[in-house]
């Protein structure tokens, strides 16, 4: 079984078909990877898209691929666009996706308003998290609440963990809220109570795109430290309190946001880069890449090295 996966995932060099960033089969610029492994064995990533040479970060859609081997991917299309919500007509940043009760859940972040960058006090720009549902992991997904879980304070960027009791937790980056998290109901359509403060041990740098995994009974909270270097903690419970670990991957400039899964025994971290390729405005733009993730005997993260292949 596991063969032909090693044979073919392809994120080393000795395999002539392995791309990185990965091949999706057109054009298409994306960010900020999700990925997941549903019932069906295939692995989904779950992103944001940027359009050409687009000013500020504002995206109108989310994307699903799926592959069997991690370098063949099927585009299955815009699952959600800022046009189907009612509350909201822009910045459709970075999703994650769960599987609960035979739906499939589509938690992402959108907004409305303008950034001023000359004058910053005139931005009105918002954000908030939404949820979204299908019966499909490919959707399309229909808004499932009609506005976002909450309103203040502003929050972005929502990454979901569910524990092997069921129990769904909601990381997000919030301004001034960092280092929170909400225990979703049981229908994953509303937060249950007040935001938990996490205790991060005294240490708490700027945070982007959380991310929480489980390996061997152990909790990992990942993110892009100061928007651009990945970084983790590890605790005993979902909710703290977290010790920092350190860096697992550098930055290369230019903010990073990612995801952290198991596929076929090999855990694989998804993430975005930024490269000049056949850019029409002649600058980097976002890509979704892929690297294999090591662990030491002791749960630490090796240090991850960016490749091309
Ligand atoms: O893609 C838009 C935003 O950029 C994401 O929400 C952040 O994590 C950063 O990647």
New binding site residues.
């Given amino acids: 079984l596991f063969l032909p996966f090693i044979l073919s995932i392809g994120l080393h060099s000795e395999n002539a078909a392995a791309k990185n960033p990965l091949d999706f089969g057109s054009n298409i610029r994306t960010?900020?990877p999700s990925g997941h492994v549903w019932n069906d064995g295939r692995m989904y990533l779950y992103t944001?898209h940027?359009q050409e040479c687009q000013p500020d970060?504002y995206?109108k859609n989310w994307h699903a691929f799926s592959s069997n081997n991690l370098v063949d991917w099927t585009d299955h299309g815009p699952i959600l666009s800022v046009d189907d919500l009612s509350w909201s007509d822009n910045?459709a940043?970075?999703p994650d996706a769960a599987y609960k009760n035979g739906k499939y859940y589509l938690i992402f972040?959108a907004g409305t308003g303008y950034k001023d960058r000359v004058e910053p006090e005139k931005s009105t720009k918002w954000m908030g998290i939404g949820v979204a549902v299908s019966d499909s992991p490919t959707g399309p997904f229909k808004d499932a609440i009609g506005k976002p879980l909450w309103t203040e304070p502003y929050a972005?960027?929502p990454s979901l963990f569910i524990d092997d009791d069921g129990q769904a937790y909601l990381y997000f980056?919030a301004q001034g809220t960092d280092y929170h998290v909400a225990e979703m109901s049981d229908d994953l359509l509303s937060i249950k109570g007040d935001f938990i403060e996490m205790d991060m041990g005294g240490y708490e740098p700027k945070m982007?795109?959380p991310w929480v995994f489980k390996r061997n009974g152990l909790y990992y909270f990942t993110m892009?430290e100061n928007?651009r270097s990945l970084s983790y903690y590890t605790s005993e419970s979902p909710k703290g309190p977290w010790t920092y670990k350190g860096i697992f991957m550098q930055s290369e400039g230019g903010?990073?946001?990612h995801s952290i899964v198991e596929y076929h025994g090999q855990w694989i971290l998804f993430y975005?880069r930024w490269l000049d390729i056949n850019s029409t405005c002649h600058r980097k733009q976002?890509h979704t890449a892929a690297e294999y993730l090591y662990f030491n005997d002791d749960g630490t993260i090796q240090p991850v090295e960016r490749t091309l292949e």
């Fill in positions: 960010a900020d944001s940027d970060f995206m910045f940043w970075a972040p972005n960027d980056h982007e795109g892009p928007n903010n990073n946001h975005h976002r």
